[in-house]
């Protein structure tokens, strides 16, 4: 469901790539947009949406894990190399519940975990000098996980391992006036991890491709 979300915004993306192409350089009028221009750098603040997939969960007591989705505020940084390429990094963290569901002991609530997931990528943005500029990307992701929170009494600690994988991502800028830019932003990233419960029971352990799908919108500011 997540994943054809991600390939309709990315059509989307490209329509609107289409009808960028059809615009002409900034009129008399709009003298005052900026557009995206080579050495320079762009700090957005959106407003995120971290939906995990739960993909292929396991646990070694049967049953499953799910993650629940999570709001937050982000920061990104972006720099360009070129007009029409950039690298973007950003920064965020949100805070997840775990559950077990299916298990041989029933639905159990595992706890809660923060996630800390710097994200870089690198950009080919579409008509860098139109108002409106749609961009795609791909590059890696590096999630860590920290102050976990066990729910009990079925769980009395647990930890999650830390782990790299891809992301992909699309969007889109709009220069509404001089330097300042709408954003619409949804990546894709690809993330498995395992987790260790130390329970009532024993040890149990847990394995889980989250695969976050994250969703934002907010404002930049290109210097």
Partial sequence: MRRTLFATCLYGALAVAGVASAQTAPSADSDALVGKQANTFMVRVRGIVVAPEDNNSSTSI?????ATPQAAPEVDFSYFFTD???????AATTRHELRATGTAVGNVDVGSTWVLPPTLTVQYHFFPHSQVSPYVGAGINGTIFYSTSPNGPVVKSFSL????GAAIQVGVDVNITGHWFA???VKQIFLSTTAHLNTVLGPVTAKTDLDPLVVGAGIGYRF
């Fill in 62 to 66: 049967g049953g499953g894990v799910t």
């Fill in 84 to 90: 029409n390429i950039a690298a973007e990094l950003i």
């Fill in 161 to 164: 391992d830390n782990n790299v």
């Fill in 183 to 185: 954003n619409i932003d």
